[in-house]
């Protein structure tokens, strides 16, 4: 008997914007039953090119995958590394991309079904992860200020204040480097456990404390719905585009009883 339900869902919201450059997506297996993919994309310039195409090969290379009969963590890491390597590609090579150079920051999220997740993650949108309405951990942002810190070993105080802090320093489609790709794994995933994908126009506005307590209460259509009215109303007019997948692993519902239709004795 499985140990877990999934339930999940995406939400959107333009925010304050004119136009909507984010994209979030639920993928099926499909060569891989058991298996899914969540997947959130932030474009950062060119408008959606580069988030638009993050969900095609995402959706693309996910269905070729086969998983094989026992589920093997590295061949999914294998996977989003492959995503993001032909995410890179493909956007460099669009001619579009000489003129206005478009770039991505991108989530994945794999659930196999053997109770195990593994993420990969480029940029500031992030990933966290919840555990009975505790935050259990999210992914590091991979600003500026974080490439300061551990590649020129700057002090924090001194990183924070350099003059080039806020500038985001990763992401899927620039000229001038290569993505820096992280992964992380969970093993042993069990009901009560749940996984959040989001764009800074959602988690800026939010503790990690906040994010899981709506979260642990609502269905994940009632904790979007939620969240995206909280963040509008502290975005107060200057909001970014809203976007998130919510994937909660919920106890199996209890199997309905079995009745047995017997024919009626004659009244007596």
């Not at 997506?25 to 993050?54: C, H, K, N, T, W």
């Not at 109770?115 to 505790?134: C, K, M, P, T």
């Not at 990183?159 to 480097?177: D, E, F, I, P, Y």
Request: proline share 4%.
């Amino acid at each position: 008997m499985s140990l877990y339900q999934i339930e999940a869902g995406t939400a959107q919201h333009i925010g304050d914007r004119a136009r909507q450059n984010d994209r979030t997506a639920l993928f099926g297996g499909a060569r891989a039953p058991g298996y899914m993919m969540a997947v959130l994309a932030d474009g950062i310039s060119g408008g959606s090119l580069a988030s638009e195409q993050a969900l095609h090969t995402s959706k693309q290379l996910f269905d070729e995958f086969s998983a094989g009969d026992v589920p093997d963590l590295q061949l999914v890491a294998d996977l989003l590394r492959a995503i993001i390597d032909e995410v890179h590609t493909i956007i460099k090579m669009n001619p579009i991309a000489a003129h206005s150079e478009p770039q991505t920051t991108l989530v994945l999220l794999v659930l196999t079904p053997a109770g195990q997740a593994i993420w990969a993650h480029v940029g500031d949108s992030r990933l966290y992860l919840f555990s009975n309405s505790q935050c259990a951990l999210r992914t590091s942002d991979a600003t500026y200020v974080e490439h300061l810190i551990h590649s020129d070993k700057l002090a924090p105080a001194a990183a924070r204040k350099h003059r080039h802090s806020k500038l985001l320093n990763n992401s899927v489609g620039g000229h001038l480097k290569q993505p820096v790709l992280c992964i992380g794994t969970r093993e042993d995933l069990q009901a009560g456990d749940a996984f959040l994908l989001c764009s800074d126009g959602l988690w800026q506005f939010f503790t990690d404390a906040e994010l899981a307590a709506v979260i642990a209460k609502n269905t994940p259509r009632q904790a979007a719905e939620m969240l995206i009215n909280k963040a509008r109303e502290r975005a107060a007019g200057r909001g970014d585009n809203c976007s998130m997948a919510i994937v909660k692993l919920v106890k199996p519902r209890a199997a309905a009883p079995a009745y047995t239709v017997q024919k009626m004795g004659s009244a007596v």
